[in-house]
């Protein structure tokens, strides 16, 4: 059974561009998060989809976005790009929403210059 | 609110000693937690999830347990290798009915040959 795949694996951008990067989910499972991981934040959560519906969405300003497809892929992304918002970006998946083991993808180096 | 923290933030072992990697969390009504291995600049690797109602969980070298009432999750290593050298981070929902992690800054082992 194939993993978490994520594209594009590495990215350079300059501020003020945007960029849209994709997550594909285990095959069957529906619920798809996203995390962004810092050297000096850590890692933190930026949303959540199941059914194509979020469901959750962490504490991080409008210019992060993201959607879920019928086929569980989903996609973020992000406007108008900062400095701050290099990092790498993971994403999720697990069968359902709620409590369940949750498997990572590789995740997207996102570098703004 | 969930809150982790894992402690030390680093460690540093000699080659076959046995090991344990510390989790605390601040609410004791965590449905599960999640223990995960961290490689430079790669994706989470899930090593054990322990549900709320088992105390222990193991897979090969690896033994986690999960102790509710104090806030506690240990990671044990048994015969640590040089190929343990990774980031750990242990994790938590952040509250009912979500998929939402709430990680640890991670300890970082370092196994000398």
Same mark, same amino acid.
């Given at each position: 059974?194939?993993?978490? %795949?994520?594209?594009?694996?590495?990215?350079?951008?300059?501020?003020?561009?945007?960029?849209?990067?994709?997550?594909?989910?285990?095959?069957?499972?529906?619920?798809? !998060?996203?995390?962004?991981?810092?050297?000096?934040?850590?890692?933190?959560?930026?949303?959540?989809?199941? !059914?194509?519906?979020?469901?959750?969405?962490?504490?991080?300003?409008?210019?992060?976005?993201?959607?879920?497809?019928?086929?569980?892929?989903?996609?973020?992304?992000? !406007? %108008?790009?900062?400095?701050?918002?290099?990092?790498?970006?993971?994403?999720? !998946?697990?069968?359902?929403?709620?409590?369940?083991?949750?498997?990572?993808?590789?995740?997207?180096?996102?570098?703004?210059? | 609110?969930?809150? &982790? $923290?894992?402690?030390?933030?680093?460690?540093?072992?000699? /080659?076959? /000693? =046995?090991? &344990?990697?510390?989790? +605390?969390?601040?609410?004791?009504?965590?449905?599960?937690?999640?223990?995960?291995?961290?490689?430079?600049?790669?994706?989470? $690797?899930?090593?054990?999830?322990?549900?709320? +109602?088992?105390? /222990?969980?193991?897979?090969?070298? #690896?033994?986690?347990? #999960?102790?509710? +009432?104090?806030?506690?999750?240990?990671?044990?290593?048994?015969?640590?290798?040089?190929?343990?050298?990774?980031?750990?981070?242990?994790?938590?929902?952040?509250?009912?009915? +979500? /998929?939402?992690?709430?990680?640890?800054?991670?300890?970082?082992?370092? &196994? =000398?040959?």
């Amino acid at each position: 059974k194939a993993g978490v %795949t994520q594209t594009p694996r590495y990215l350079i951008k300059t501020r003020g561009q945007q960029v849209t990067l994709s997550c594909s989910p285990i095959s069957g499972h529906r619920s798809v !998060s996203w995390y962004q991981q810092t050297p000096g934040q850590g890692l933190q959560f930026l949303f959540e989809y199941f !059914s194509e519906t979020q469901r959750n969405k962490g504490n991080f300003p409008g210019r992060f976005s993201g959607r879920q497809f019928s086929n569980s892929r989903s996609e973020m992304n992000v !406007s %108008t790009l900062e400095l701050g918002d290099s990092a790498l970006y993971l994403c999720a !998946s697990s069968p359902t929403f709620s409590y369940n083991e949750q498997f990572f993808g590789p995740g997207t180096r996102l570098t703004v210059l | 609110k969930q809150e &982790v $923290t894992q402690i030390p933030a680093a460690l540093s072992v000699p /080659e076959g /000693e =046995n090991l &344990v990697l510390n989790c +605390s969390f601040t609410d004791s009504a965590i449905y599960n937690l999640q223990w995960f291995r961290q490689d430079p600049g790669k994706g989470l $690797t899930s090593l054990l999830l322990i549900q709320s +109602s088992q105390r /222990e969980q193991t897979s090969g070298r #690896l033994n986690a347990s #999960l102790d509710k +009432s104090s806030g506690r999750s240990t990671l044990y290593i048994a015969a640590s290798q040089p190929g343990d050298s990774a980031t750990y981070l242990c994790a938590g929902p952040s509250q009912g009915g +979500s /998929e939402k992690l709430v990680f640890g800054k991670g300890t970082k082992l370092t &196994v =000398n040959p």
